[in-house]
């Protein structure tokens, strides 16, 4: 399963398509009274059928803003007026457009919305079953049940785990865009997720993140400054130009270079 924008090139599109089962267009979001935010998958969706790949719903808590609202998560889940529109909406929209299946990815939950969360992807797996269409729950990548922080509080994965058809493991992004210069998935890191995620689920369930990209970052890394997102070829492109020995972090099993610009 792959991840795209709408504005993703066409031609990487195409390349990638006959080696995924999924396409997931990213993202559906919703407003505070239940109403899908639309995306404009229209020419994803095209492509994927053209391709054979079965294209999943994906839906998100994200903001424009770019941020993840734990309130809005707290409204959809509390409200049982907002959260059958929404479940109608959703419902509606993957009957219309032919998608196989529904990813939801609701994050920084507050603890105490843990238990209906679960119960919310509950409802979307007893809706779309009959269809023979999956529920995946995405979970953030927690390494034990009491993990402390408003990231991890809000995913149960026991609960989780039996609520959805499938779990989708977020094991990447400890380096990422605001924070020090560091693989963006050390593989120690991603083990003790595993580990923890094997306790809790059916391995048949769990499905694991990979990340297809990397990170630039300006050195001295000082706190609050922005990497830049660089996919793996830009990355390889990029030490070519600056004559940069590409490293390998042996403990990340990570590859990694310095240049000056």
Do not use: C
């Amino acid at each position: 399963n792959g991840y795209a924008y709408p504005f993703i090139p066409s031609s990487l599109l195409s390349s990638v398509l006959p080696y995924l089962t999924y396409l997931t267009p990213f993202t559906y979001g919703f407003t505070p009274q239940g109403a899908l935010v639309e995306l404009d998958d229209g020419a994803l969706l095209a492509a994927a059928a053209e391709a054979g790949t079965a294209p999943l719903m994906h839906l998100s808590t994200l903001t424009e803003s770019g941020g993840f609202s734990n309130e809005l998560a707290h409204t959809v889940l509390t409200d049982g007026a907002v959260q059958n529109r929404l479940a109608a909406s959703l419902l509606e929209t993957i009957q219309q457009k032919g998608y196989r299946g529904l990813d939801v990815d609701f994050e920084f939950i507050y603890p105490e919305d843990a238990a209906a969360y679960a119960a919310f992807i509950a409802r979307m797996r007893e809706s779309l079953s009959p269809l023979g269409l999956p529920v995946f729950a995405a979970l953030v990548p927690k390494t034990s049940a009491d993990q402390h922080g408003d990231l991890y509080e809000g995913h149960d994965y026991r609960l989780l785990g039996a609520a959805a058809d499938f779990v989708f493991l977020m094991t990447y992004e400890w380096g990422y865009t605001y924070g020090p210069p560091m693989a963006v998935a050390p593989l120690r890191n991603v083990e003790l997720v595993v580990d923890y995620a094997l306790s809790e689920i059916p391995a048949e369930k769990i499905w694991m993140g990979i990340p297809n990209y990397g990170y630039d970052w300006t050195l001295p890394f000082r706190q609050g400054s922005r990497a830049r997102s660089i996919s793996n070829q830009e990355a390889v492109t990029l030490a070519v130009q600056n004559r940069a020995a590409i490293r390998f972090d042996q403990a990340a099993q990570s590859p990694w270079f310095r240049y000056v610009d």
